[in-house]
């Protein structure tokens, strides 16, 4: 079996390269075409071809193929579905803002946590994604728009803290400097609150923003909508907060998506403001996104401004985050479940 080659660290690279004879400097510089984004290990020019042809012996080149794309009418925000070798899917959203790209990817394939008001949970789970393949969808985007990216969330398709191995490869072949070169300060991982691997990751020490969806200002409605809670309680996640705000002296973004009459009274909003009282954070409020089946509507304008006033007045700062590509679901989870009802139904991968 050939192994992902893309996955590997330049000191692992180097390690493999030695055992083949070959010396340290060819490694760092197929390190570097991996990284640039070639496909194939012909299109490395500077390499013998008696060292290609071993090297595809050897291992494979992670790939994202495009599989759909929509591209929202009202800003340049892209929406795809990126296929893998083994042929499973998932989606990726890119976003440009005045700073730059920005690329919203995967860390599973599916998600296990299963949170009532999200596509991608309903799907259920199929496997993880290898760090490559975190690495595939980036470089994907990057040629299919000929820009560079310059920021990335881990906010798309499963739980990054669930898929934490990979996930930490991914964050240090991103960021090297023979690699994309994308330093933390320019990362975001969300998570649905796994808290052991919280504090994981906090001793880790990364400078990247981590963001916490928190959903709810108590455990009665958190666990109604994030069967996670029942496993690790809001007062536990909110601890393993405080202590990544000690050990890596970042600030948390809460995310918190607004549910009518689900989360949005001004009594959720109070209870909120005081367990987050004193913390170093900021809350950002989203409009939930109305998957079908659901059942769960956007809490009206009115109450959301109501909600952050009641936020603000106790010291808190909070935004209501600017929605993106609302007419492509740039929220992830739905294209790829209204290609795969379409497909069942007739078929059919068009618009
Ligand atoms: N599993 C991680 C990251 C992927 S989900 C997490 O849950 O944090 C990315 C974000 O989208 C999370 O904040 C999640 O709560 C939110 N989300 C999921 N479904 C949503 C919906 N229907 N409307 C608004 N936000 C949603
Ligand atoms: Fe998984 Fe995040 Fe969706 Fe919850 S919101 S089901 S954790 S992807």
Redesign the pocket.
Known sequence: MPEDIKSMYEQELKEAFSEMGEPSYRASQVYQWLHSGVKSFDEMTNISKSLRQKLMEKYYISSAAIEKKLVSDYDDTKKYLFSFRDGEAVESVLMKYHHGYTSCISTQVG?R?G?T????GKSGFSRNLTASEMIAQLQAEQEDNQIRISNIV???????LDNFDNVVRFLHLVSSEHGMNIGMRHISL???GLVPKIYELADKKFQLTL?V?L?APNNQIRSRTMPVNRRYDIDELLKACRYYIKQTNRRISF?Y?MIDGVNDSDAAARELASKLKGMLCHVNL?P????GGTG?QKSKRERMQSFISILEKSGITATVRRTLGSDINA???QLKRSVSRKNAAKGDESK
């Open positions: 998600c946590m949170c008001f999200c596509a991608t881990l906010m798309g398709m499963g739980e990054p969300s998570t649905c963001s969806s959903h995310e998506a989203i939930v996104n109305e998957v769960y929220s992830c989870g």
